[in-house]
């Protein structure tokens, strides 16, 4: 067997870091006079305990993290996050049982934001920042995967995502610490902006503290049952929609225009389509609310698609309307955005919009092969070509998301659950985007009703759709365990 002490060492520093972040929301209990600070003191003893002794027991001089180290330490790190974030929600005043605790907490640290809590008007504020806290940390979490690790790791084309000077084939921990600390400063950055302006535009300094951390994180946790509904303020949801914009743009880009690449924005391919899509969809869907006289007013459907478009196509799952009611082109409209996702490199899920560049670009690469035998052609992404191992494994990538997408839509269709639930539900959890169609778990609905069959197996693909699939199933391979 294979010699993972540095990995189950960082598990036991994340472990020690989580338990430190459990005393945020147990403060804000005491702050507020409400007794589940206890509950969430005693979850952070438990998850320190234990975190200690990973760390300790398996420290080393040096911590070197190859390809293999990696991939067990992606995966393992973010259920064993799960697992334990999961404590809160099972002993404080929520009363969830494991089953739908772990779902709420996967479902946070995924930034999913799909729920199973009915009452969120009515929960105590602790247990509130803690699932905002873990989207907020899960964003900044996969921003460091997808920059990080993945572009080592190969997968599914994410190595077109290699800063410069960086090292393909293994990174030591001041390497990494050091691009934490950019990100992290950034991201923190970020946050703070958006919570002051909504607190500016009419927010209490609680909801904007909290919604700040699940828009940029594109989670879409909200304190209220109506998500942003309960706020009808379109100056509070123009924000939203800029903030859940910047964090669907990549992050890579950011670093380098604060670098001293200012056109570096402008130049980007995923940032040109990305903007392009998010306005077609936006103009036909207000257009078609317009048509069918679902609101008559201009403003007011143009209101309402750009906040619910963005809210999908970036994958946060924020609501202010039940868009089921939009009829059958809206219906398809975000069915289809909940596959697209935001840029590589940001805090979205989905097949991500280079992949989909690099896919349609290779197609017309072929077509022109077929009628030029003889020709000579290139693919490219911001300038640089495209190898065919890279376009290959985009290919591979987005088979796997259709036949994952596929077996769990047969698997949660095996609970009696209607075919529109099964597939958007299927679709909503690959893509990390929250709600999803139907009246069972559709935009004025959650998961609470479902079986805790189908909510283990929306855990699972959670959980494998935020870890870019091969990440994942990698591990299922008997010789990547052998020595």
Sequence with gaps: MRDFRSVLNIIGLLLCIEALAMLIPMMVDLLYQKPD?????????????????????????KILIKVREAFVLTIFSWIIIAVFASLPFVFSSSNLN???????????????????????????????????????FGGIGIIVLAM??????????????????????????????????????????????????????????????????????????SAHNSSFGFFDSSSIETISIIFMIVG??????????????????????????????????????????????????????????????????????YTSTNYNTWGSFGLVIMIVIMFIGGCAGSTTGGIKIFRLQLLFRGTITQIK?????????????NGRSVTDDTFNSIMGFFFMYILIFIFASIA??????????????????????????????GPASNYSLLPD?????????????????????????VGFWKK
């Design 37 to 61: 600070w206890e509950k969430f003191f005693f979850s952070s003893i438990i998850t320190f305990f234990i975190g200690l002794v990973l760390y300790f027991s398996f420290k080393k001089e």
């Design 98 to 136: 494991y089953t739908d605790a772990f779902f709420e907490s996967i479902s946070g640290i995924t930034t999913t934001g799909a729920t199973v809590i009915n009452n969120l008007d009515d929960l105590n504020e602790g247990i509130l920042i803690w699932r905002s806290l873990l989207q907020w």
């Design 148 to 221: 990080a690790i993945l572009p080592t790791l190969q997968i599914g084309g994410m190595q077109l995502l290699h800063m410069e000077q960086d090292d393909p084939y293994e990174k030591t921990l001041p390497k990494i610490n050091h691009f934490i600390i950019e990100i992290f400063s950034l991201y923190l950055g970020l946050t703070i902006v958006c919570a002051l302006l909504y607190y500016f535009f009419g927010m209490s300094g609680f909801d904007a503290i909290l919604h700040s951390m699940t828009t940029i994180s594109t989670g879409g946790f």
């Design 248 to 317: 669907s743009l990549p992050f890579v880009v950011y670093l380098k225009f604060m670098h001293g690449e200012r056109s570096s924005i402008i130049k980007d391919d995923q940032i040109k389509l990305f903007t392009l899509i998010i306005i077609l969809l936006i103009g036909l869907t207000t257009l078609w609310l317009q048509k069918n006289s679902l609101h008559e007013d201009f403003l007011h459907s143009l209101r309402l698609s750009a906040f619910n478009i963005t809210s999908i196509l970036t994958g946060t799952g």
């Design 369 to 381: 092969k077929l009628t030029q035998p003889h020709g000579v052609f290139l693919t490219s992404f």
């Design 412 to 441: 949660l269709s095996f609970f009696n659950i209607d075919f529109l639930t099964s597939f958007s539900a299927a679709a909503s959890a690959i893509s990390n985007v929250g709600p999803g169609l139907g009246t069972t778990i």
């Design 453 to 477: 069959g189908a909510k283990w197996i929306l855990s699972l693909t959670m959980l494998v759709g935020r870890l870019e699939l091969f990440t994942f199933l990698v591990l299922l391979s």
